[in-house]
């Protein structure tokens, strides 16, 4: 079993950054496609990004391309979301998540086995 852990959450401005991490457990965690996820209350959680096991295939939300930026780094058994050009619309719980099958729905949370408890990111005006 793979366990989550996120961090790097926060209180940012408007137009600034922040950069998430999520460590996993496991050492078959290269094994894993793995994507980032965010909630808000009341809302369906949201697709923001994936990236393929060797880190060869990343793929976004519209509503984040070109201002996010996801990476991994297996031998630190961990992946990375880079956040610029924050939008108050960007609020909400982050939460990672590791797919062991990699099928072609990568945008759909129930394709993925493992998730992490999540970190908030709080965007001001």
């Known amino acids: 079993q793979v366990q989550l852990v996120e961090s790097g959450g926060g209180l940012v401005q408007a137009g600034g950054s922040l950069s998430l991490s999520c460590a996993a457990s496991?050492?078959?965690?290269?094994?894993?496609?793995i994507g980032w996820f965010r909630q808000t209350p009341g809302k369906e959680r949201e697709f923001v990004a994936a990236i393929s096991w060797c880190g060869g295939r990343t793929y976004y939300a519209d509503s984040v391309k070109g201002r996010f930026t996801i990476s991994r780094d297996n031998a630190k058994n961990t992946v990375y979301l880079q956040m610029n050009s924050l939008k108050p619309d960007d609020t909400a719980v982050y939460s990672c998540?590791?797919?062991?099958?990699?099928?072609?729905?990568?945008?759909?949370?129930?394709?993925?086995?493992?998730w992490g408890q999540g970190t908030q990111v709080t965007v001001s005006s």
């Open positions: 998540a590791a797919d062991g099958y990699s099928g072609s729905y990568y945008y759909l949370d129930s394709e993925y086995d493992y």
């Open positions: 496991e050492r078959t965690f290269s094994n894993y496609r």
